[in-house]
Nanobody, 127 residues
Framework: QVQLAESGGGSVHTGGSLKLSCAASRDTRLYSLAWFRQPPGKEREGVAVISQGGGTTYYADDVKGRFIISKDNGKNTLSLQMNSLKPEDTAMYYC?????????????????????WGQGTQVTVSS
Protein backbone atom coordinates (compact mmCIF):
# COMPACT_ATOMS: atom_id res chain seq x y z
CA GLN A 1 0.00 0.00 0.00
CA VAL A 2 1.22 3.49 -0.80
CA GLN A 3 0.08 6.85 0.54
CA LEU A 4 0.10 9.89 -1.71
CA ALA A 5 0.09 13.57 -0.78
CA GLU A 6 -0.29 16.38 -3.32
CA SER A 7 0.87 19.96 -2.95
CA GLY A 8 1.45 23.03 -5.08
CA GLY A 9 -2.05 24.02 -6.11
CA GLY A 10 -3.19 27.62 -6.13
CA SER A 11 -4.80 30.41 -8.10
CA VAL A 12 -3.31 31.90 -11.26
CA HIS A 13 -4.43 33.98 -14.23
CA THR A 14 -4.79 32.68 -17.77
CA GLY A 15 -1.38 31.96 -19.25
CA GLY A 16 0.25 31.38 -15.89
CA SER A 17 2.13 28.35 -14.61
CA LEU A 18 1.99 26.07 -11.59
CA LYS A 19 3.95 23.01 -10.54
CA LEU A 20 2.19 20.28 -8.61
CA SER A 21 4.05 17.73 -6.52
CA CYS A 22 3.02 14.39 -5.10
CA ALA A 23 4.98 12.68 -2.34
CA ALA A 24 4.70 8.90 -2.13
CA SER A 25 5.27 6.84 1.01
CA ARG A 26 6.85 3.94 -0.89
CA ASP A 27 9.34 3.35 -3.69
CA THR A 28 7.84 4.93 -6.80
CA ARG A 29 9.78 2.52 -9.02
CA LEU A 30 7.19 -0.09 -8.07
CA TYR A 31 4.24 1.91 -9.36
CA SER A 32 2.80 3.43 -12.47
CA LEU A 33 1.80 6.98 -11.57
CA ALA A 34 -0.62 9.47 -13.05
CA TRP A 35 -2.28 12.82 -12.57
CA PHE A 36 -6.04 13.18 -12.76
CA ARG A 37 -8.31 16.16 -12.35
CA GLN A 38 -11.94 16.72 -11.49
CA PRO A 39 -13.52 19.98 -12.62
CA PRO A 40 -16.51 21.23 -10.62
CA GLY A 41 -19.58 19.12 -11.38
CA LYS A 42 -17.75 16.80 -13.75
CA GLU A 43 -16.19 13.36 -13.76
CA ARG A 44 -12.59 12.73 -12.80
CA GLU A 45 -10.44 12.58 -15.92
CA GLY A 46 -6.91 11.46 -16.68
CA VAL A 47 -4.35 14.16 -17.45
CA ALA A 48 -0.97 12.45 -17.75
CA VAL A 49 0.69 9.16 -16.90
CA ILE A 50 4.33 8.12 -16.53
CA SER A 51 5.99 4.74 -16.65
CA GLN A 52 7.65 3.06 -13.68
CA GLY A 53 11.11 4.05 -14.88
CA GLY A 54 10.02 7.54 -15.81
CA GLY A 55 11.16 7.31 -19.39
CA THR A 56 7.77 7.17 -21.10
CA THR A 57 4.82 9.50 -20.73
CA TYR A 58 1.34 9.90 -22.16
CA TYR A 59 -0.94 12.93 -22.08
CA ALA A 60 -4.58 13.73 -22.61
CA ASP A 61 -5.06 15.69 -25.82
CA ASP A 62 -6.16 18.90 -24.12
CA VAL A 63 -2.96 19.25 -22.07
CA LYS A 64 -0.45 17.94 -24.59
CA GLY A 65 2.28 20.50 -25.20
CA ARG A 66 1.36 22.50 -22.07
CA PHE A 67 1.82 20.05 -19.17
CA ILE A 68 4.86 17.95 -18.32
CA ILE A 69 4.74 14.94 -16.00
CA SER A 70 7.94 13.76 -14.34
CA LYS A 71 9.04 11.63 -11.43
CA ASP A 72 12.08 11.40 -9.19
CA ASN A 73 12.41 7.80 -8.09
CA GLY A 74 15.23 8.72 -5.73
CA LYS A 75 12.93 11.06 -3.79
CA ASN A 76 9.70 9.12 -4.41
CA THR A 77 7.98 12.13 -5.89
CA LEU A 78 5.78 12.82 -8.89
CA SER A 79 5.42 16.26 -10.47
CA LEU A 80 3.22 18.04 -12.97
CA GLN A 81 4.50 21.24 -14.53
CA MET A 82 1.51 23.12 -15.92
CA ASN A 83 2.14 25.97 -18.37
CA SER A 84 -0.13 28.21 -20.44
CA LEU A 85 -2.98 27.54 -18.04
CA LYS A 86 -6.55 28.15 -19.16
CA PRO A 87 -9.77 28.65 -17.14
CA GLU A 88 -10.89 25.19 -18.27
CA ASP A 89 -7.91 23.72 -16.39
CA THR A 90 -9.63 24.71 -13.13
CA ALA A 91 -10.12 21.52 -11.12
CA MET A 92 -9.07 19.48 -8.13
CA TYR A 93 -5.92 17.64 -9.16
CA TYR A 94 -5.10 14.18 -7.84
CA CYS A 95 -2.12 11.91 -8.12
CA UNK A 96 -2.80 8.20 -8.46
CA UNK A 97 -0.79 5.00 -8.32
CA UNK A 98 -1.14 1.38 -9.33
CA UNK A 99 1.35 -1.36 -8.54
CA UNK A 100 3.29 -2.51 -11.58
CA UNK A 101 3.50 -1.35 -15.16
CA UNK A 102 0.58 0.18 -17.03
CA UNK A 103 1.07 1.59 -20.51
CA UNK A 104 1.57 4.44 -20.45
CA UNK A 105 -1.12 4.83 -23.06
CA UNK A 106 -4.75 5.90 -23.29
CA UNK A 107 -5.87 2.94 -21.17
CA UNK A 108 -3.70 4.21 -18.33
CA UNK A 109 -5.72 7.45 -18.23
CA UNK A 110 -8.79 5.62 -16.95
CA UNK A 111 -9.43 6.11 -13.24
CA UNK A 112 -10.51 2.47 -12.82
CA UNK A 113 -6.89 1.39 -13.34
CA UNK A 114 -5.64 3.01 -10.12
CA UNK A 115 -5.82 1.68 -6.59
CA UNK A 116 -4.30 4.55 -4.61
CA TRP A 117 -5.22 8.22 -4.57
CA GLY A 118 -4.13 11.36 -2.83
CA GLN A 119 -6.49 13.89 -1.26
CA GLY A 120 -6.11 16.39 -4.08
CA THR A 121 -4.91 19.95 -4.53
CA GLN A 122 -7.05 22.72 -5.99
CA VAL A 123 -6.00 24.62 -9.11
CA THR A 124 -8.00 27.70 -10.10
CA VAL A 125 -7.32 29.63 -13.30
CA SER A 126 -9.07 32.95 -13.76
CA SER A 127 -9.40 34.94 -16.97
Amino acid sequence: QVQLAESGGGSVHTGGSLKLSCAASRDTRLYSLAWFRQPPGKEREGVAVISQGGGTTYYADDVKGRFIISKDNGKNTLSLQMNSLKPEDTAMYYCAAVYGGWGPDSRALKKEVYDYWGQGTQVTVSS
